[in-house]
């Protein structure tokens, strides 16, 4: 089911992805279109002017043309005139007429020369407007058809767009059917939730009339019994108890329970990066078995050997904090003195980093100049200086947060109650650093281990020391990200505000006072529960006197009597420690009565054995043993009759050759020496195998259950994913649902603006042919004038 829901929410995040880009192709060409009707509005607009234009000077050429034609009509009727008053004149005069026949021949040639020059001009003007009419039309049809194209295109976008929503709807309709189906039951459920909500409602209604009827009952109680309730006064109210929360005791001490055991992983962890890097330089790049190493190592592993001495107080700093943390305890900043003993731990060893860190790069860089480090594992080298002063500088930081949490419990003034979310938050965020610098080390140390791998001298002791080195610094990023992740996850509870220190009226709480509270909280408890027990029984008067007179009888003699209880304590232990020492005695006397008559004993069958003969189950091997031995009596019997002391497992025996003794006790006691010591051997090799199976078993039953605990932790971050991802699904369907009807919406914008842009190019078509009518029309008429 998640997989299909996965794949569904895939297909719809893709096809909106691509409808989102089809939009926007869309939208562009719309804006695009939209520029060019506008910029075809205004060319018509201008084409109108320039028609208007020569439409007035086609009126004014009219007009001169009228006149011209009137004024010529008058000039022929005055050329009449005047002919036939020549005719009259003729025998008169007939110098007079043919003057003013020049003349008006003069003015006729002048009319006739003008006009012709406005004819050239009027053909010339209406050529141009021809031209440029051609040409505006040229350019008007040229656009025409790549309008027409991109309409074409449009439209087709636009059907493949209606096809690819019709998928959709039918799609969305398929999973409507389902949502429904599912709505249905989810219906189902809410009606049994309403029904649960009305009951509980109910139940709420009675708790609350319940705790008013009490609180009413309880605020009539403190106005009649409380007559004096005084918070005026700052320093008061820090010596004043807070209410005892136990839930926040035992999470604080669960809590502080899980950190022990992170510290207790980092200790181990910091020891052995410690301890094996030490063991490497003692190895590489000069082994110290074969040749001394540089004076700088040398120093170097004098300072890694003294790392047990700074790191394995944190664990113990830690314990302390651990059982100063109790369920009777208030546990705020203020009242956890413990924790200055383990931020002074913690300064040391972070000064003991900044001590060793010139060495350490000192050494790395040794390491670089060596013949067999290649440019590869100098690279890696240099990776992990930075790594290594990274590490220091995030362990300095980590110090200073943790020496400001000590703040409050010390010299509260230096650190305001409102700063202590900061502070927290920069610790946890210190946290998450030194786990990335911790995972930078495991990685680049890794690449460098391989590297080094590679190399034709490596021993077997140099990769057996990397591999070490590698798990711990491995171990080190665990321990790091599991104490971030501890940390922000419990951030809630560490920045929450305490009961002790966010009282009414607390200003700087003082460290004295805040001892004081918990002696005070230490004898209301001690109060309460002397106010539970049951008071004694009263006694007489008359029988209280007569004790009195006792005591006061046996108060003379109490000091005799101490006196002799004192010396008779001395005598019993006197008497004790000789009781000790006779039973030891006895003991040894016993032991050695034994060997003694074992001895006699076997003295006495060796030397039955040497006077009566042979026995058949001895072999000729014991025989000469055995005569050996009768000859070495004989030597001893002659030369000296001194004591001999003679060694066994209990002690010192000191004893004297008889006749019939032979000097075979050290032989036996080494038998028995050896014996017992291959059989302690053998134990103590069954032993470690116990223990290392056990260990082993151990360590196996904690990884099963950390394996348990991380896969029930990414069963609920799955099923919080597949939460998600229904929400998700649910929310891109609305979103689908939307961008549909949105999609739907510009499309009928879009078609109507295609209309829109029809009709306007139908009227710049007819305009444009009304045009070339008027212009065809006017160049007639010019040809005709």
Not at 11 to 25: I, W
Not at 42 to 65: A, G, H, I, P
Not at 263 to 287: F, K
Not at 682 to 704: G, P
Request: hydrophobic share 35%; net charge negative; proline share 3%.
């Amino acid at each position: 089911m998640a997989a299909d829901l996965q794949a569904k929410y895939q297909k719809l995040a893709q096809e909106y992805s691509k409808l989102r880009a089809q939009n926007q192709v869309l939208k562009k060409a719309v804006v695009d279109e939209q520029g060019q009707g506008t910029s075809l509005k205004e060319e018509l607009k201008m084409k109108d002017q320039c028609v208007r234009k020569l439409q007035q000077e086609m009126d004014s050429l009219t007009f001169r043309n009228q006149q011209l034609a009137k004024r010529v009509e008058l000039l022929q009727e005055e050329l009449v005139t005047t002919e036939a008053k020549g005719k009259k004149n003729k025998q008169k005069n007939a110098d007079p007429p043919s003057q003013m026949n020049q003349q008006l021949q003069s003015v006729f040639d002048e009319d006739l020369q003008n006009k012709i020059e406005e004819n050239e001009r009027l053909h010339k003007q209406v050529q141009e407007a021809q031209e440029k009419h051609r040409q505006i039309e040229t350019e008007l049809r040229e656009r025409l058809v790549v309008l027409e194209r991109d309409t074409m295109q449009h439209h087709a976008v636009v059907d493949g767009l209606k096809q690819k929503y019709m998928d959709t709807i039918e799609k969305l309709q398929n999973d409507k059917a389902n949502l429904e189906v599912k709505s249905h039951s989810l219906e189902r459920e809410a009606k049994e939730c309403r029904l649960r909500t009305e009951e509980c409602q109910q139940q709420l209604k009675n708790i609350h009339a319940d705790l008013s009827s009490r609180l009413d009952q309880s605020t009539s109680i403190i106005q009649e019994k409380i007559p004096f309730n005084d918070r005026r006064f700052a320093e008061y109210n820090t010596l004043d108890v807070p209410v005892h929360d136990r839930r926040h005791q035992l999470k604080a001490r669960d809590l502080n329970g899980q950190a022990l055991a992170f510290v207790r992983d980092l200790v181990g962890a910091l020891l052995n990066l410690h301890t094996y890097t030490e063991q490497r330089i003692q190895i590489y790049p000069i082994d110290s078995a074969t040749d001394t190493i540089s004076p700088l190592n040398q120093k170097f592993s004098e300072y890694l050997h003294e790392n047990a001495a700074y790191v394995r107080p944190l664990e113990e700093g830690m314990l302390h904090l651990f059982e100063s943390i109790t369920e009777e305890t208030v546990t705020t900043l203020e009242t956890t003195v413990k924790l200055k003993p383990f931020s002074d731990v913690f300064t040391s060893y972070v000064c003991f980093l900044k001590k060793i860190l010139p060495y350490q790069l000192k050494s790395l860089e040794e390491e670089c100049e060596c013949s067999l480090c290649t440019a590869n594992l100098q690279a890696r080298n240099m990776e992990l200086q930075s790594d290594m002063q990274k590490m220091t500088a995030a362990f300095e930081k980590l110090q200073v947060y943790i020496s400001l949490l000590t703040l409050p419990s010390t010299t509260p003034e230096m650190l305001l109650q409102t700063n202590h979310n900061v502070v927290f938050t920069q610790l946890a965020a210190c946290l998450h650093s030194l786990h990335d610098v911790m995972k930078d080390i495991s990685k680049h140390y890794s690449q460098k281990v391989s590297l080094e791998q590679e190399l034709p001298t490596i021993t077997q002791k140099l990769k057996n020391t990397n591999d070490c080195i590698l798990s711990s610094v491995v171990a080190l990023s665990n321990v790091t990200g599991k104490v971030g992740t501890f940390f922000s996850n419990n951030l809630d509870f560490f920045t929450a505000p305490s009961v002790y220190g966010s009282r009414v009226g607390m200003g700087i709480i003082d460290p004295l006072a805040a001892e004081c509270m918990l002696e005070n909280k230490k004898k209301a408890a001690a109060y309460i529960k002397s106010l539970k027990k049951s008071c004694p029984g009263s006694v007489p008067y008359e029988e209280a006197l007569a004790n009195r007179r006792t005591i006061l009888s046996s108060t003379e003699s109490r000091e005799g009597l101490s006196q002799q209880v004192q010396q008779s304590q001395e005598k019993i232990a006197k008497l004790e420690q000789e009781k000790e020492h006779w039973m030891l005695e006895a003991q040894l006397a016993k032991i050695k009565l034994e060997k003694e008559n074992q001895r006699l004993t076997e003295l006495e069958s060796q030397l039955k054995t040497t006077f009566t003969g042979p026995v058949p189950s001895i072999g000729s091997i014991q025989e000469n043993g055995a005569i050996a031995k009768i000859e070495e009596l004989q030597l001893v019997e002659r030369d000296s009759s001194e004591p001999v002391r003679c060694t066994s497992l209990v002690g010192m025996l000191t004893t004297s050759i008889i006749n019939n003794e032979i000097p075979d006790a050290e032989s036996r006691e080494q038998l028995i020496k050896s014996h017992y010591m291959m059989r302690v051997a053998e134990l103590t090799s069954q032993l470690q195998i116990a223990d290392s199976k056990s260990v082993h078993f151990f360590a196996e039953c904690r990884a099963l259950v950390k394996r348990l605990a991380l896969a029930e932790k990414s069963r609920e971050t799955f099923s919080e994913e597949i939460k998600v991802a229904n929400q998700n699904v649910v929310r891109l369907q609305d979103e689908l649902t939307t961008t549909k009807r949105s999609y739907e919406d510009q499309l009928s914008m879009m078609s109507d603006h295609l209309c829109s842009m029809n009709e306007t190019l139908s009227k710049q078509r007819e305009e444009i042919d009304s045009l070339r009518m008027g212009s065809k029309g006017n160049a007639k008429k010019n040809r005709g004038r």
